[in-house]
């Protein structure tokens, strides 16, 4: 059974706080995302949110112990902001059918086994 991978960005915020590496004040850009993986019976979403914080001034990400408490504040509010997908599983209707498939397999099984 195949399984796909896919990542979905929930939520970007250009932010104006100065780089903690390079002091710049319009390059940080906040990315929050989810990964999702699928196969042909069902669809789960990860619980996790990945966060990254990246300079598009230095080319650099910032890690979160480089943080100033202005971009912590920002931050914080920036994942309110971010609306995360439905989190769990989804299931396809091709399950479905091969359980009413099996159901009846059994059904007409137990049937003529039985039917004396």
Same mark, same amino acid.
């Given at each position: 059974?195949?399984?796909?991978?896919?990542?979905?960005?929930?939520?970007?915020?250009?932010?104006?706080?100065?780089?903690?590496?390079?002091? $710049?004040?319009? $390059?940080?850009?906040?990315?929050?995302?989810?990964?999702?993986?699928?196969?042909?019976?069902?669809?789960?979403?990860?619980?996790?949110?990945?966060?990254? *914080?990246?300079?598009?001034?230095?080319?650099?990400?910032?890690?979160p112990v480089n943080w100033t408490e202005d971009i912590e504040r920002v931050?914080?509010?920036?994942?309110?902001?971010?609306?995360?997908?439905?989190? $769990?599983?989804?299931?396809?209707?091709? *399950?479905?059918?091969?359980?009413?498939?099996a159901i009846i397999v059994v059904a007409t099984g137990v049937y003529f *086994?039985?039917?004396?």
């Amino acid at each position: 059974m195949k399984m796909t991978t896919k990542t979905h960005t929930l939520h970007t915020a250009r932010i104006k706080n100065n780089c903690p590496t390079c002091f $710049g004040s319009d $390059g940080l850009e906040f990315t929050f995302s989810q990964e999702e993986k699928e196969t042909i019976f069902q669809k789960k979403t990860a619980k996790q949110i990945d966060e990254k *914080l990246y300079c598009h001034t230095c080319k650099n990400p910032i890690y979160p112990v480089n943080w100033t408490e202005d971009i912590e504040r920002v931050y914080r509010y920036n994942k309110k902001i971010a609306e995360t997908n439905r989190i $769990g599983l989804k299931i396809k209707p091709l *399950l479905y059918i091969v359980i009413l498939l099996a159901i009846i397999v059994v059904a007409t099984g137990v049937y003529f *086994l039985f039917r004396h």
